[in-house]
């Protein structure tokens, strides 16, 4: 005999994205706002006069990439279990995308799953990693190796924040705003070319556009099983340049903006963007002081570390490829000869 049973979707993981100042909100329950020091030390008190619950906690991890690990994931769970901290406590991220990933990560896995919403402070968490319920964290194996999707329950994104950001962290964000506009969205891109973003409004605006361009390919495709996949636009060339420069020498902004213009000009000798299309991105890249060149050493090592990019299998790479501006293209067919000719010619700066 054979038995199906129908396992209808029981949860609505919808939520609401909000851009404008913090409201006021009050959370019947446990809450632990997850931060680090530099964040605390600029914006908690702020948070705190907007924020209130049943009972808070703070909770603080190191600063930076390389403490996105397990230890200052046990630093979260330690927390939460001392504090008693049950299936209906909730955490709030309060940072950048990577106390988002970590805090969105601890989330998910503590007791099985718990509820956090996500208060980004950076332009770059704010326009991508707070959309769309990717988590995670590294190991000694590579960068977000372990994770799981965890949608938030809400994301409050006040521009306030970016006050506060160093410049090269800002035009880093820049960089995913220009990503999300190559890939989707050509008024949004002709509407950043004559935009000044060091205007509040303005600023407001791009960000509302870039996350709405997120929302809506991740409610088409929450698992990246095709189209969410396209933003990695820019990424796949990003990766190697940030491990060949020991992720030392680059945000990650900027080195994905050197890989879009990569991608730009594998596009033009594909006959899929025209060289003025790839100079237009160039030259908005630039406007924001984002490096639009790199000194390829060796074509042939270059190529070799794309094979530890998670999305590349043994055999194939994936690249994502304009086709003019507002479109792209995924592919893992391009011929080896076209990247390494694309690599050995990528020249200075124009
Ligand atoms: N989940 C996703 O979909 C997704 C997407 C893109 C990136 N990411 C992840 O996001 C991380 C990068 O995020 P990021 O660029 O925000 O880096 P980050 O979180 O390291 O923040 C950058 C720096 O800015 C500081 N900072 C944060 N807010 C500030 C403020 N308001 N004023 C001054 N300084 C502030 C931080 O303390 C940090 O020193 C990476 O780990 C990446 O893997 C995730």
Redesign the pocket.
């Known amino acids: 005999m054979q038995v199906n049973i129908p396992l209808k979707k029981v949860v609505d993981n919808s939520y609401d994205i909000t851009i404008e100042t913090l409201p006021k909100t009050h959370f019947d329950t446990k809450v632990a706002i997850v931060t680090?020091p530099?964040?605390a030390g600029?914006?908690l008190a702020y948070l705190l006069s907007k924020i209130s619950a049943k009972e808070i906690y703070i909770i603080t991890v190191s600063?930076?990439?390389e403490y996105?690990n397990q230890k200052s994931i046990d630093t979260i769970m330690e927390s939460l279990f001392n504090h008693r901290f049950n299936r209906k406590s909730m955490l709030i991220a309060f940072?950048?995308?990577?106390?988002?990933?970590m805090t969105?990560y601890a989330a998910s896995v503590y007791q099985r799953g718990i509820d956090f919403i996500q208060i980004?402070?950076?332009l770059?968490?704010q326009v991508?990693?707070s959309?769309?319920g990717?988590?995670?964290m590294n190991n000694s194996y590579g960068?977000?190796l372990i994770g799981a999707f965890h949608q938030p329950k809400a994301v409050y994104i006040d521009p306030h924040?970016?006050t506060?950001?160093?410049s090269r962290?800002f035009g880093?964000?820049v960089a995913?705003i220009v990503k999300m506009a190559v890939t989707f969205n050509k008024e949004f891109f002709t509407f950043l070319e004559s935009a000044d973003l060091a205007k509040p409004e303005i600023l407001q605006e791009a960000i509302k556009q870039a996350v709405q361009t997120k929302a809506d390919v991740v409610a088409k495709d929450e698992k990246e099983h095709g189209l969410r996949a396209a933003l990695n636009y820019g990424h796949t060339f990003g990766h190697v340049i940030e491990n060949e420069t020991k992720y030392k020498k680059y945000?990650?902004?900027e080195a994905v903006a050197i890989g879009m213009v990569m991608a730009n000009n594998t596009a033009v000798s594909m006959n899929l963007m025209s060289e003025d299309e790839a100079l237009r991105v160039k030259k908005l890249l630039q406007k924001y002081k984002l490096p639009t060149s790199y000194d390829v050493e060796n074509s042939s090592s270059f190529y070799e570390t794309f094979f530890l990019d998670k999305k590349s299998s043994d055999t194939n790479i994936t690249f994502i490829i304009p086709v003019g501006i507002g479109d792209v293209t995924i592919t893992d067919s391009i011929e080896k000869e076209t990247i390494i000719s694309i690599l050995e010619n990528f020249g200075a700066d124009v």
């Open positions: 680090n530099k964040v600029l914006h600063d930076g990439e996105k940072g950048g995308g990577v106390i988002g990933d969105g980004p402070t950076t770059l968490s991508d990693a959309v769309g990717k988590t995670g960068k977000n924040f970016l506060t950001l160093a962290e880093a964000g995913e945000l990650h902004g």
